[in-house]
């Protein structure tokens, strides 16, 4: 399979844990986006990272939030201490123009 | 701030009839639109996208229009089919830049 990958595709967890997530792009793809997705709604960007350097963050990443691309190719996205709220698909999505998704990662958050 | 607003929420549509969805954004730098379908549980998959220098876009039965003054781009599909039943994305971006999401429609197929 050449298309975006993610792990692990379901998580759950206790509330004030940490969780990290994987997403490995289109091979040649330069630019790697992460989005959150709640039921109901359109994806929203969180961040994003052409290469290995990270350009843009949300408004919607609190501190609690990282994500890193330490090589220009996979990337992690961490939650600290996790909150009820924090339950959602996460989405990675790559591009060199167009962009395609990954099948994401169904957090809940109990 | 940039948005998407996208109507309507809920669309019903008789097998062979065509479907409508429209968007207007707020940013017109905006150069790049998008469209995705996301059916239940899965992930978001791109249909057609248009650029801002082309006004109409023609995939088989789907069509995309673009009005650049207005602010508005619209999602044409004809011959509707029963898997035609999804969730539709419409989307903007600048730069090939982040993409920003309108809220969805859920198309429905009527037998």
């Known amino acids: 399979d050449t298309g975006v990958s993610q792990d692990p595709r379901h998580k759950i967890t206790k509330r004030g844990q940490n969780v990290t997530f994987r997403c490995d792009p289109i091979?040649?793809?330069?630019?790697l986006y992460w989005y959150r997705q709640t039921l109901g709604q359109g994806p929203e960007f969180l961040t994003y990272f052409q290469n290995e350097a990270q350009l843009e963050k949300s408004r919607l990443l609190s501190d609690r939030f990282s994500a890193e691309r330490p090589k220009g190719s996979f990337s992690t996205l961490e939650i600290q201490r996790t909150e009820q709220g924090d339950s959602a698909m996460y989405l990675c999505?790559?591009?060199?123009?167009?962009?395609?998704f990954g099948p994401g990662t169904r957090l809940l958050v109990l | 701030g940039e948005n998407v607003e996208q109507h309507p929420s809920t669309l019903s549509v008789q097998e062979g009839d065509s479907a409508v969805i429209k968007c207007t954004y707020s940013?017109?730098?905006?150069?790049?639109f998008p469209w995705y379908k996301q059916e239940l549980g899965k992930r978001p998959q791109l249909i057609i996208d248009?650029?801002?220098?082309?006004g109409e876009k023609k995939d088989q039965r789907i069509a995309v229009t673009l009005n650049k003054t207005a602010k508005h781009f619209s999602l044409h599909i004809t011959e509707t089919q029963p898997e035609d039943s999804a969730v539709y994305f419409c989307a903007a971006s600048f730069r090939d830049d982040k993409i920003i999401f309108g809220k969805g429609t859920r198309l429905h197929i009527l037998p």
């Open positions: 999505a790559s591009s060199m123009e167009t962009q395609y």
């Open positions: 091979s040649e793809h330069n630019r």
């Open positions: 248009i650029r801002s220098n082309v």
């Open positions: 940013d017109s730098a905006s150069n790049y």
